[in-house]
């Protein structure tokens, strides 16, 4: 007996040491080990608390696991500050900590969005003269006062707990630390376990894939780190499938040809910028935000379709499939065919690109923007010419382009990229007389949370989108005794204070509302005398389809048929002019449907 109890005895020193070993990282950094989990677990903690105190039925296991990822996590950092006895380890681990908690603060209560690829993507294609915008709307504004104060009180708790730890260390008695041991075992089993989804996060093979991923796994990555790592596989994704949309581009199928060549034709297609449908007098707003768009409907040269949706509501996502002969309601991605220009270009056209938001520094490193694409090498060749300057305004890109571009060519195929209502739509028009026509008293809406500068934000607005109407109305003079077909589109939407306190595209659940202001674009078709007379069915057809329902990336589909193109990438089925037309599930950010939410009544 006295032996069986030496032996007990023995395995239990041995375990009581193997787990006071185990707790040590825990104990001798609580307050980092305390602040981390906390931190990085705000969310699901919230989570459970709440489903506590209103008798939620709630999944409590799914909510822990993340919690107690965060805790393996924070256990490894722990690990390390003990392993490298240098003080500096832990001061770099706080430093990097507290950076990027401001990051996550700034972001969230500014724009509501964490770390992710769109937002490395956006900071890559924001030019400078964006981000002095952006620093003087975002930075210095009483949220990111607010932000900074709660974030040095953050730093404080920490620092405070880190100078009164050292004390209380003493205290923890050997029972305490054997337990804390215990958890520890439990935090590595379920931490290994959990690690996996880093492995699943290295095979995913496209940027979807990757949304998925993230959808999946959102309780377990929630942290900054995980973040940033997801953000980064997302940037290499994204660079793979640009090249892979050259290389399909460079073995376009060479069968475009015109209906009729011996005529000449000029289409331009019109790329409008953050364009709110319901500012537009054309779809109904009070005030003349598009006199001459409304002149030229009522002359009979111009059709507003009414039901038209962009497949997101950034810029980037939206061109790549404005500008690829693929359908995302069909599966296929814009990286899987070619590049739509390219066969305009093949069929006989010669591509003309103005681009107002062209960054004129394109940087390698930033391969990933969407500039990278639109001006990549093998893509370049297809333009028989670009813009050399861009302007504060889209009136002397207009003026630029009336004086530079040679459409002596028989067929041109005109792209204008503008700069539009963008973020801060003052910036965006001259303030001069004729063009600052709408004031703060003028203003349609009278929600109780305006104030004056909101409401002058709204004006300014306002005038942007006459601005743009007014440029619109230069181009349809400048084409009217031409054979010319021009198209208009906006990349998405926005919202200016329309149904919240809230302006800009920031990110949140996709309601009706947020569908309707951000996803809805104002889409026409504009047509000169001479066309219309050479192409009466086709007109008709337009006046007879403009309240069908279509997503914005097979547009393209209708410019192939306005411009005359047979291609063995025309599909009758997606042309919205096509009796042929077969309207299909419009999903919307991959993975939303849009049509589905749009008309749901909350
Ligand atoms: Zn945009």
């Known amino acids: 007996m006295p032996i069986i109890s030496s032996h007990l005895s023995l395995l239990f020193r041995h375990v009581a040491s193997y787990l006071r070993n185990l707790a040590a990282p825990i104990i001798q950094q609580l307050p980092f080990f305390l602040l981390y989990v906390v931190w990085t677990s705000k969310a699901p903690l919230f989570s459970l608390l709440y489903a506590a ?55 969230g209560s500014t724009f509501r969005m964490d770390f992710s690829p769109m937002l490395l993507t956006l900071l890559a294609e924001t030019n400078a003269r964006e981000s002095a915008e952006f620093v003087s709307t975002f930075l210095l504004s009483t949220t990111t006062l607010r932000v900074m104060a709660e974030w040095a009180c953050i730093v404080a708790v920490a620092m405070g707990a880190e100078w009164l730890y050292p004390n209380l260390r003493k205290n923890i ?11 520890a075992l439990l935090i590595i089993a379920c931490g290994c376990t959990d690690s996996k989804v880093y492995v699943s996060l290295f095979r995913t093979q496209s940027t979807k894939e990757l949304s998925l991923w993230d959808l999946d796994y959102a309780d377990l990555t929630s942290d900054s780190l995980s973040r940033i790592i997801m953000s980064a596989r997302g940037i290499y994704l994204k660079g793979e499938e640009m090249r892979e949309a050259v290389n399909h581009t460079l073995q376009i199928k060479c069968d475009a040809q015109l209906e009729m060549p011996a005529d000449s034709l000029c289409v331009v297609f019109v790329i409008g910028e953050s364009y709110i449908k319901y500012h537009s007098s054309l779809y109904g707003y009070p005030l003349p935000t598009a006199p001459r768009m409304k002149e030229e409907q009522q002359r009979g040269n111009l059709v507003a379709f ?75 060749k297809y333009y028989s010419q670009t813009n050399k300057d861009c302007y504060d305004y889209d009136g002397p890109l207009i003026d630029d382009f009336f004086s530079n571009a040679n459409l002596a060519s028989k067929h041109s195929f005109v792209i204008l990229h503008l700069v539009g209502q963008h973020v801060l739509a003052g910036e965006r028009f001259p303030h001069t007389r004729e063009f600052e026509t709408f004031h703060t008293k003028d203003v349609p809406n009278q ?24 440029l619109m109305g230069r181009l349809f003079d400048y084409f009217r005794q031409k054979n010319a077909v021009i198209i208009y589109l906006s990349d998405h939407g926005e919202e200016i204070y329309d149904y919240q306190d809230q302006m800009g595209r920031v990110k949140g659940e996709l309601t009706p509302q947020r569908v309707k202001y951000q996803y809805d674009v104002p889409f ?41 193109v047979r291609s063995y990438y025309y599909h009758p089925e997606r042309d919205i002019s096509s009796p042929a037309y077969r309207p299909s599930k419009r999903i919307i ?11 749901r009544i909350d």
């Open 53 to 107: 105190t209103h008798a939620l039925d709630f999944s409590v296991l799914e909510v822990s696991e993340g919690i107690v990822f965060n805790s393996f996590k924070a256990y490894l950092i722990c690990t390390l500050f003990c392993l490298v006895k240098h003080r500096w380890i832990k001061v770099v681990g706080y430093v990097v900590f507290f950076a990027l908690a401001l990051i996550y603060m700034f972001l």
């Open 306 to 380: 009414t039901n038209v949706c962009a497949p997101y509501n950034n810029t980037t996502s939206v061109i790549r499939n404005l500008l690829s002969c693929n359908s995302l309601s069909h599966g296929e991605s814009w990286n899987e065919k070619p590049y739509f220009p390219a066969v305009m270009r093949q069929a006989g056209y010669n591509v003309l690109f103005w681009d107002n938001q062209r960054d004129m520094c394109t940087n390698a490193a930033f391969a990933f923007a969407l500039n990278a694409y639109l001006y990549h090498p093998e893509i370049r």
């Open 524 to 564: 026409i078709v504009w047509t000169s005398d001479r066309y219309r007379n050479s192409h009466s069915t086709l007109i008709s057809d337009l006046e007879h389809t403009k309240d069908r329902p279509l997503m914005t990336d097979n547009a393209y589909q209708l410019i192939f048929r306005l411009a005359g």
């Open 589 to 599: 950010e991959d993975m939303a449907d849009y049509d589905h939410i749009r008309w």
């Open 447 to 470: 929600a109780s949370y305006l104030n004056q500068e909101k409401r002058q934000f709204i004006a300014d607005y306002d005038n942007a989108t006459r601005y743009n109407d007014y």
């Open 173 to 183: 008695g050997r029972r305490v630390q054997m337990v804390i041991g215990g958890v």
